[in-house]
Structure formats: structure tokens, C-alpha cells
């Protein structure tokens, strides 16, 4: 089955500074790979995508990922942290050609932007 | 445009009381799901569904049933609630991909908050 790795639950980086979140994945089949936003007391939100096409992917709001195959990776990142980037962020992994329906979702990075 | 709706947003249960949380969707997606999120452990999948009349359990279904009789709404109903059962639950919706399985990019509810004593 699929899975999805997030070190360090919670991340503070200040306002300006470049945002880097990782996620390491486990997958038998070919991959598709999500970001998910989650501001506080809401539901989560599509930031961007990977599904087979290119490998660098650009979401909303500035972010970034690029899918990286030989170190099963789909690191997230932006060049310049805005207040408003406070929030949790979750890396999900979809199995394509797998029976199942499922999406992993890792245990997410808990963001804070400092003033 | 509602995308998904989830009532109750709060709920406060006693151990062995029954509810349904309530899921509508007016994106014509074919597939459902419900999921419970708690500290520290990210979004676990409960229960889905791939159309009006199928539905499937996932990674924590025990305490939880589902139906699906229209293609908008997917209730969760809890038959003797349980404080284990005390978290954060989300609907989500997605289209169905030619494979018959959920495109990934789900579209999610606000959440209900649910708390039993």
C-alpha cells in the first residue's frame, strides 16, 4: 500500500524567508502526488498536483513541488513566506493502476510565519 | 456555488447515543468519502462511496455506517457513539477517473467537530 512521510510536524520560518516542506513517498505503481492547505478551523484545499506530465508542478498562492522519482520525493516550496501561508499542510499519494481507491495522507506540517 | 456541505459543525455526544452527520455535494461527483482527522495523525479514511448505491469501507470503519441514495448526499451515521469517536470529521468529494477511481483532487466540507462524553 501506499504512504507518505512528513518530518517535522511544525515548521517556523520567517516572513519573507523561503518555505521548504518534505514529503517522501512509498508507492508500488506509478504515482500521483497532492498538496493539500488546511487554514484553521476550515477544510483542506488542493495546492497543486503531480500526475504524470511534468515533473516541476506549480500550485496557487506562489508554491512549488517537483517530483522526484529516484528519491521518491515531492518536496514543497516557496521562495518568499507570506502571513497568510499560516496553516497545515498535508502530502497525499494516490496509487494509479492499483485496485484501490485510497489516497495516503501524510501527518502534516504544521506552518507558522513569523513577523 | 455551496461545493460541500457538512451539518452539524459541532456536535456534542454522550457514550452510547446514536447520530448522522450530513454530507451534500452539488458538483455531480460521483465519488464520496469521510474521513476523521486527529492530532498528530493526519486524515484517516473512513468509509467512501463510488456511486448512488455503492459504497466501501476504508482504513477505520468499525462504529461507522454509510449509504449512498443519491448521487448529493452521504450520510455518516454513528449507531452507539463511543468517546474514541471524539474527532474532526471531514466530507470529500471527487469526480471518478476513467479507472474508476477518484481523480485525487477531492473537494472538501468544513469539517464537523464532534465530541463524546
Known amino acids: 500500500a501506499q504512504s507518505v512521510t512528513q518530518l517535522d510536524s511544525h515548521v517556523s520560518v520567517s516572513e519573507g524567508t523561503p518555505v521548504l516542506l518534505r514529503c517522501n513517498y512509498s508507492?508500488?505503481?506509478?504515482?500521483?502526488l497532492f498538496w493539500y492547505v488546511q487554514h484553521p478551523n476550515k477544510g483542506l484545499q488542493l495546492l497543486l498536483k503531480y500526475t504524470s506530465a511534468a515533473t516541476l508542478v506549480k500550485g496557487i498562492n506562489g508554491f512549488e513541488a517537483e517530483f522526484k522519482k529516484s528519491e521518491t520525493s515531492f518536496h514543497l516550496t516557496k521562495p518568499s513566506a507570506h502571513m497568510s501561508d499560516a496553516a497545515e499542510y498535508f502530502c497525499?499519494?494516490?496509487?494509479?493502476?492499483?485496485?484501490?481507491?485510497?489516497?495516503?495522507f501524510g501527518k502534516g506540517n504544521q506552518v507558522v510565519v513569523i513577523p | 456555488n455551496a461545493g460541500v456541505t457538512q451539518t452539524p459543525k459541532f456536535q456534542v455526544l454522550k457514550t452510547g447515543q446514536s447520530m448522522t452527520l450530513q454530507c451534500a455535494q452539488d458538483m455531480n461527483h460521483e465519488y464520496m468519502s469521510w474521513y476523521r482527522q486527529d492530532p498528530g495523525m493526519g486524515l484517516r479514511l473512513i468509509h467512501y462511496s463510488v456511486g448512488a448505491g455503492i459504497t466501501d469501507q476504508g482504513e477505520v470503519p468499525n462504529g461507522y455506517n454509510v449509504s449512498r441514495s443519491t448521487t448529493e448526499d452521504f450520510p455518516l451515521r454513528l449507531l452507539s457513539a463511543a468517546p474514541s469517536q471524539t474527532s474532526v470529521y471531514f466530507c470529500?468529494?471527487?469526480?471518478?477517473?476513467?479507472?474508476?477511481?477518484?481523480?485525487?483532487?477531492?473537494?472538501f466540507g468544513e469539517g464537523s467537530r464532534l465530541t463524546v462524553l
Open positions: 497525499v499519494v494516490s496509487d494509479r493502476g492499483s485496485g484501490n481507491n485510497r489516497l495516503a
Open positions: 508507492s508500488s505503481y506509478s504515482p500521483s
Open positions: 470529500a468529494s471527487s469526480y471518478v477517473g476513467a479507472e474508476g477511481k477518484n481523480t485525487g483532487e477531492l473537494f
